[in-house]
Every structure is written in C-alpha cells, then in structure tokens.
C-alpha cells in the first residue's frame, strides 16, 4: 500500500512522507526557544526532541540517545546510517495514516506538530570545515574560457580528480540571511592599478552541498565504495562570487575573499536515502579514473534545480537559469574518497559543495558569470536586465526530485544583496 501521512500533504508540497527532511529551529511561540531538530512534512515541523522526550524513538540504536535534545545535528550524524534507517522507519511509521500513537495523542500532537511558519530555521550543523569543488564540467569549461582563453579552458589535471579549494566556514549562513555586498581588490583593466571599493561583479553560485556523517581518522582514508555511508545528506548551496575580487587574487592559491564573505546553505537536509528512488547513473568518466576513484556503482541524482532573482521592488521573482544536479562529472562519493585520499580527516557536519552545477545549454547556467558572460551581454530579470547582481536583488534557488505523485524537495536557498558598507 502507498505510503501516507495523516497530516496534510499538498500534492505540490516539496515535503512528503518520502522526504522527511531534518532541519534545527526555533518556536517562538510560548514554548521554549531552545534550538532543536526537527523533520518537515507538508506545512509543519515535527519537533523530534518531543518525540524523543515520549520515548517514540524506541529501536535498539535509538531507544537509549539523547541525539535530539541537541542545538545542532552532529551527533545524530556521527552515529551513522544504521542510526539514520532507524529513525526513517520510526518517523515515517509514526507519521502514517494506520498509525495511532501520534496521530491520536492530541497533547503530544498539539505539543510536538509545528506550523512550519511559526518556526525560524536555524544552521542544521555546526560545520567545522567546508570545501568546495569544482565537479560540472560545463562550468569549468566555460570559466576556463572566460578566465583563461580558448587555448586550453579545462586543466588536464581536471579529468584526474575531483578538483576543489579549501573554503570558510565561518561565513556559511542560513537562508534568509542578507549578503553585504563585499568590498575589495578589483581586476586592473589594462594599465591600469587594481582599485579598492565595492564588488562591481557580484554573482551567486547555483551549488548543491554533502553533509559529511561519521568521519574518518587521521590517517585513515575513506573507500570510495564506502564513501555513501558517510554522507548524511544534501543541501541547497550558493557559493556567492565576488568576480572581479576572485579574478584578481586567485592565481596561484585559488579562491580567498572573492568567496568568503557569505554562503548560504538551505534549512532542510535531504538524506540520501530519501534521494534514492531518483538515483541515476553519473557520466562515463573518459580517461576512466584511477582505481582509488573507480566505484562499484557511479550515481547521480535526478534533482531539477532552479535560480529565481526577485529585483527590489518587485512583486514577482524571475527564473535565470534551470540545471539539474544530474550533471556533475564528479559524483559525491569520489569528492569525499578524493577529500581523505592523503590520510585528510573529515567530521560529522564538515560540508562539501559540489561546485556549480551548470548544464550544456546556455539556459543552464549556473552563475551569472556565465549567463552573461562576464558581463558582455545582459540576461533579462522580468522587466529589467541584469550583468551581475545589484543591491536588494533577492535570489532563490530551489531544487525537487518529482516522484510518481509525491515530492522528494530541498524548499528554497535564498539571500538578498546589501549595499556596502560606505
Ligand atoms: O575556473 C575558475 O577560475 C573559477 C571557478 C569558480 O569560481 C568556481 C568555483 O567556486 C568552484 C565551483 O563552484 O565550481
Ligand atoms: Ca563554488
Ligand atoms: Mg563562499
């Protein structure tokens, strides 16, 4: 029999009983405010510590932990996919239609059923370290292009291994959160001297991003066909872009403060085993690569992704660009296995952007860099044009898996654009 709630699912909702999100939030009602873990299912958030609390989590790995009377998901995430299946099976039993120990308990329903829009989302995790890759290799070739000529525009080194750069973590932010434009080091044009000032060429990311589950020992790198059973998860990600600051400072050490003012990460964390009914094979890897990246199974996911900008002013919100996260070359079990191949540790709550994920066709592209080209033609916002984004443009990505009556969806990853500081 089909899988279905008793509370309300709209046929459009991006949380179904298949989803079953997690998420850290804040009631502001007359409760406590104390930060919590949640999963969303249709227009509510389950508060999993009241659950937790009734005693509801009671398998064998469960039954016994305190994993969601915590601020942030790290510890439900180090204990790893024995523990993540668990609690699946419980919350999607609980939450059932032929299932009364929730559906008809009216306190603990009252206490422990949210309406999503009395919740203020919070940072799922507390992420100590973040990277971010480099994996669609439509991006690259067009970032080659435009940065470094026509000659060569994708590195040999980039059909090898998963390239990627060290980020900062401390800027990664919740949806929501307004990005000041950043001030910095401008690319001369000419003969001209670097100036100082505001970002002329700000631009967002269109990037998803692994929640890293138990991590590895120093020393002790992680096989590529285990690497599955340490992620948790994927969220919506924007690696916003100070263009011409990145163009100026990146060679030879590669991204610095053209990236790290603001990253915005979505609330919800889909589990990768809610994504697995829209699993799909990865792109055949020519050169095939070294065995220590060669895997059993190669998946991507079927996730159609979307970026809307909402210009000041503005009623409506425009889409820019539609890619799928289908077209990274690089899956997320080889950027994890490549991450700890030199011995590196990685940490329950450590984040791994994928990169860009643009598609081949011009329409989906994932940056403004290059819908317009670094600038050299205008893509049109609605009414108005842009070349890259300027102040109070809001910009939302959003990403579903369409499933055959239900949705498996990320909500939104949005931020709006403030002026500089003067
Ligand atoms: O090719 C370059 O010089 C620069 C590329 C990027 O800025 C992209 C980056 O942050 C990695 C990615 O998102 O794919
Ligand atoms: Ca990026
Ligand atoms: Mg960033």
Redo the contacts with the bound molecule.
């Keep these: 029999m089909a899988l279905k709630s008793f509370v309300e699912v709209k046929l459009d909702s991006h949380f179904s009983i298949h989803n079953l999100p997690y998420g850290i939030f804040k009631h502001g009602g007359v409760d406590t405010t104390t930060p919590r873990p949640g999963v969303a299912i249709g227009d509510y958030v389950l508060d999993l510590s009241a659950i937790q609390s009734a005693g509801l989590f009671d398998g064998p790995l469960l039954c016994n932990s305190d994993c969601f009377h915590q601020s942030n998901l790290n510890k439900f995430l180090e204990l790893g996919r024995p523990a993540w299946k668990e609690a699946r099976a419980t919350l999607q039993k609980l939450l059932s239609s032929d299932e009364p120990a929730l559906q008809n308990n009216a306190s603990l329903k009252q206490m422990a059923l949210l309406p999503m829009d009395e919740v203020e989302m919070l940072l799922p995790i507390a992420i100590g370290d973040y990277t971010?890759f480099f994996s669609s290799k439509h991006h690259a070739k067009n970032c080659g292009l435009i940065f470094r000529g026509p000659e060569n525009p994708v590195n040999p080194n980039w059909f090898h291994l998963p390239i990627a750069y060290h980020?900062?973590a401390s800027?990664?932010v919740i949806s929501g959160t307004d990005i000041i434009r950043p001030r910095g080091q401008g690319h001369p044009s000419g003969n001209s001297p670097p100036y100082f000032g505001p970002s002329r060429k700000l631009d967002f990311e269109l990037e998803m991003a692994a929640v890293v589950g138990p991590g590895n020992e120093l020393g002790k790198p992680i096989d590529v066909n285990e690497a599955a059973d340490h992620i948790f998860g994927v969220v919506l990600m924007n690696?916003?872009?100070a263009r011409d600051i990145q163009a100026w400072e990146y060679v030879p050490l590669g991204p610095f403060l053209g990236?790290?003012?603001?990253?915005t990460i979505s609330p919800w964390i889909v589990t990768l085993d809610a994504l697995e009914p829209f699993a799909c094979d990865a792109p055949t890897q020519i050169p095939p690569p070294l065995p220590y990246l060669s895997e059993k199974i190669s998946k991507n996911y079927d996730i159609s992704l979307e970026v809307r900008i909402k210009p000041a002013g503005e009623e409506n919100s425009f889409t820019v660009t539609s890619s799928n996260f289908n077209h990274l070359y690089w899956t997320l079990t080889q950027q994890l296995a490549h991450h700890t191949i030199n011995g590196c540790n990685l940490r329950p709550g450590d984040l791994l952007g994928t990169g860009t994920i643009s598609g081949p066709e011009a329409e989906s592209y994932g940056c403004l860099l290059e819908l317009t080209w670094n600038g050299t033609k205008e893509l049109s916002v609605g009414k108005t044009s842009r070349k890259f984004l300027e102040d109070g443009d809001e910009v939302i990505i959003s990403g579903i898996c369409k499933g055959n009556g239900y949705n498996v969806g990320f909500g939104t990853c949005s931020g709006k654009i403030l002026p500089s500081l003067p």
């Design positions: 971010d980020g900062r800027s990664i690696d916003w872009s990236k790290s003012f603001g990253t």
